[in-house]
């Protein structure tokens, strides 16, 4: 392998896993520990990686936020997710979509969709969807929280229960059979429900590991979810609750 095809994988590494030893990159790329040692001087002089004792590390002033993190996260899933849920937009829609890494998959997966008004607290979907032809864009603004890259609060909740966009679209950390739909973070989960509360129809985007999570904060019941998109068919409990109360399943299916 030559140095800049060992040099872009190094790299792909990083992302992969902040901290790697020499040993183990020698191994791995099938060379010796001092040729390692080169390729890391050359990516300590571009300031993307810096030298440990006996490794290579991700500068500190590029360790990922944790969206971004998470964004990586089951990110095959969430896209094929994004997608499946973008069919049922169709132009001239106003759509709200909150600040989950699903729901910015979704907003990748519009851009062939013509004259949407987008609604969002997060500043990530904001950047993602700003300048398409034909896209008017609203921004509810507050405090932002840097995790989430998002604001929470009385504040963007209010701007967003200013209007009754066609479709909601809410992200979702766990799904009960018994308790629904339910979150972590307080401030999002209070976030999350003001919206339910107005919304003509909410569709929510769950990936498969969100049905063996225990959140703890409820956000909606199924009662109150129009649809659920999904890259794998739920526990049979789930499905069950689900179909009982109405709400609607959609699976994205892998892609051959």
Known sequence: MIQSARLAKLLSLLEERPIWSVAELAVRFDVSDETIRRDVRQLEKLGRAQKTHGGVSVPSNLIEAPYRVRLRESAEAKQRIGRRAAGF???????????GTTSFWMARALAGVRNLTIITNSMEIAAEVLGRPGYRLLLAG???????????????????????????????GAVDAVRGFLDYDADEAAFKRSLVERAQRVMVLADRTKFDKPGFIQVAEYGEVHDLVTDRAPPAATAAAAMAAGTSLYLAEAEE
């Open 89 to 99: 937009v169709s132009a001239g829609m106003t759509l709200l979509l909150d600040s």
């Open 142 to 172: 507050g405090v932002i929280n840097s995790d989430y890259r998002a604001a929470f609060g009385a504040e963007p909740a209010a701007f967003c229960r200013r209007f009754v966009p066609d479709l909601t679209v809410l992200s979702m």
